[in-house]
């Protein structure tokens, strides 16, 4: 057996340059790098180890392992997570980081990553596996157990968790890692650990393990007894509705679904992963369902008698919290690859298998059965459809002032971005609204990350994406000009979280366009705090009155987040208040969008009106409001709260009649 002599961490980034993703999709075969580079911030506890292994990588073979630098821990992760969705899973990057704080600032990324069962593999830098100078600089000392590290905190927040001790640990290390990694069904942050002396020791590695290896995404087939079970169901229905969700596109089954509606008169509502899943104008797509849904959905979903969730996981804006699904006699069909979604909310029947695998069996099993929505079902998706869809119109066309409504600002910038260009979002109210409202006509036109909707995640996360769509150009034999843009809209509040991985776009002159919301406090969490009795504290960006001790009162904070923008070397377009507002912004979308793709990021601000809010979802969401208290607003809000906690439901399954 022939070997090499390497270090730990040389032989991680050669191990990594050489796996390969194969995807068979209808017979159309795909294989691409798994991991086509990493992100990185040294410090002592990566620099000499996976650093050094990094830079030989460089100087020997430039494009075996690319290494792009990063400005915050935290954002390379989002960053990763962006590319990996956009690529359907397909790929991620790599982190690494070194360690204390460098690594555990990769923990918020890493519970995003597995809450949105999205590939990230991560790199968290240890202290010295011999302890020959404990206590090393950032090291968490715990009396009672030695052996617990500041890396120990990616355990419960990883779908894989390994710590390398000894270099012969990193053979079955980074196979394990890959294996969940690519696995559909168990994929989230992989972490591998690897202390700071390991890194540098030497290790005897077989050619073999350095060999190019391929990883294959399985989609396995569903089984003819729960296709049986299933149409069984379904055939029954009067009223019923597929949810579609972000499984829908992980099984690359968006035009699957749209023939199974299309051949059934079934509608389609989707929950925020699974937008643009169908078109927003299709005739039997309701839109966004749940909290942030639309009244179609919604109205719709109250009297469903059988519903066909896909690749969803049924998060409580979905559900409305449980309150969604009135109809007593409702039943649900679960597709999912994972098991524990396929089984939620007491499922009838449960089909553990690839989306896109599944519904051409419920297609040709309900259309040879002669199935066909009722004609008064047909009429209610018309006429709630068009009610919704006027509702909408009227939002867009407001023309508020002095400041125009963040609606309108949606609704500009849709109109001026093209079919396959990606929005991003992740918190605040914005996610919300363009749940509601974005009018969506291409699969990969909306990236809204709401598993964990961590504020910050927007910019960062959107560079992933932007990496992603040139990468996409490219191997279709495009130039990166002719990619699709990447337009993030984020609130002031998120912006300040994290914004710093706009210099990273700015070293590598890529075009991000960022669409910024000015409105001085946090509208979203404002909002929710008035609904619920709490008067909007806090969330106001206002100077302290010292004498109430409130920032609810004092004037606005003098930040100029354009200013700021600019500080970096980003170009800022100011769009300013009065009556031509929205369309200065329409002007300002286009000249962004008219740059070169080498022209670095571009913002766009614009001042927006705090208070204006979308349509009604006529809906709601669980948020606890105090039982007792001396606030006339928060006992009014608990009147409310408990009307809409009568109408929860626990959806545990069918009752059964004794024999």
């Not at 606890?624 to 001396?630: G, K, L, M, N, Y």
């Amino acid at each position: 057996m022939s070997t090499r002599t390497l270090s730990v961490a040389q032989a991680t980034v050669e191990f990594l340059a050489n796996q390969w993703t194969v995807d068979v999709v209808d017979g159309e075969r795909s294989e691409v790098r798994t991991i086509p580079g990493m992100h990185g911030i040294f410090g002592h506890g990566n620099l000499a180890g996976v650093g050094q292994a990094l830079k030989q990588s460089q100087v020997k073979a430039p494009g075996l392992m690319p290494y792009f630098q990063g400005r915050n821990e935290q954002g390379l992760v989002h960053q990763a997570v962006g590319y990996a969705r956009h690529t359907r899973r397909r790929q991620t990057f790599a982190v690494t980081a070194s360690i204390g704080p460098g690594s555990t600032n990769m923990a918020t990324g890493a519970a995003l990553a597995t809450t949105n069962r999205l590939p990230a593999l991560l790199f968290a830098s240890d202290e010295f596996a011999t302890r020959a100078s404990d206590p090393v600089l950032q090291q968490l000392e715990l009396p009672h157990s030695y052996d617990v590290t500041c890396a120990d905190i990616f355990r419960p927040i990883s779908r894989y968790f390994d710590r390398v001790q000894r270099p012969e640990q990193l053979f079955s290390a980074l196979l394990n890692g890959m294996r969940v990694l690519m696995d559909p069904a168990e994929t989230g942050a992989v972490t591998i650990s690897l202390p700071q002396d390991v890194q540098a020791e030497r290790v005897v590695v077989p050619d073999a393990f350095l060999a190019p290896r391929q990883w294959r995404i399985r989609r396995p087939e569903p089984e003819d007894v729960d296709i049986a079970a299933a149409l069984d169901v379904i055939r029954d229905a009067k009223q019923p509705l597929i949810i579609a969700g972000g499984g829908v596109h992980y099984a690359f089954a968006t035009e699957k679904l749209r023939a199974l509606a299309e051949a059934t008169g079934i509608p389609v509502s989707y929950t925020q992963a699974g937008v643009g899943s169908m078109d927003w104008d299709h005739e039997l797509c309701l839109g966004a369902l749940g909290s942030t849904g639309s009244t179609a959905s919604n109205a719709y979903a109250k009297d469903a008698d059988v519903v066909i969730g896909i690749g969803t996981r049924y998060e409580d804006f979905t559900t409305a919290s449980m309150t969604v699904f009135q109809n007593s006699a409702v039943r649900f069909v679960n597709v999912n690859i994972t098991s524990m979604d396929a089984y939620k909310l007491g499922a009838s029947v449960q089909i553990v298998a690839d989306a896109g695998k599944t519904i051409p069996y419920l297609q040709s099993g309900l259309t040879s059965a002669g199935y066909r929505v009722p004609e008064p079902t047909a009429d209610l998706i018309r006429s709630e459809r068009a009610r919704w869809n006027a509702a909408v119109d009227e939002s867009f066309s407001i023309r508020n002032e002095p400041l125009p409504a963040q609606t309108e600002i949606i609704g500009t910038v849709n109109e001026a971005m093209d079919d396959q260009d990606v929005v991003i979002c992740a918190a605040g109210s914005l996610p919300g609204d363009l749940h509601k409202l974005w009018r969506v006509k291409d699969s990969h036109g909306y990236h809204v990350e709401y598993a964990f909707s961590c504020m910050g995640y927007e910019i960062a996360g959107g560079l992933g994406v932007k990496r992603a769509t040139m990468a996409e150009a490219v191997a279709a034999g495009r130039d990166p000009e002719d990619g699709r843009d990447v337009v993030v809209m984020v609130g002031d509040g998120s912006y300040l979280m994290m914004h710093t991985e706009l210099v990273t776009a700015v070293a590598e002159r890529i075009k991000l366009i960022v669409v910024l919301l000015q409105n001085h406090g946090y509208a979203s969490i404002g909002s929710l705090s008035e609904s619920l009795g709490s008067q909007r504290f806090g969330t106001k960006y206002r100077y302290l009155e010292e004498e109430t001790h409130n920032f609810e009162e004092g004037d606005p904070l003098p930040v100029d987040i354009a200013a700021n923008a600019e500080s970096l070397g980003v170009k800022v377009i100011r769009v300013e208040p009065g009556k031509s507002s929205i369309d200065d912004l329409a002007r300002a979308v286009a000249e962004a969008k008219a740059l070169p793709a080498s022209s670095g990021p571009v913002m766009i601000h614009i001042n927006s009106d705090l208070y204006l809010d979308a349509p009604d979802s006529e809906s709601w969401w669980d948020v606890p409001v105090a039982s007792t208290s001396e606030l006339e607003s928060t006992q009014t809000a608990y009147t409310t709260y408990a009307d809409h906690k009568s109408r929860q439901r626990l959806l545990l399954g069918e009752e059964r009649k004794n024999a």
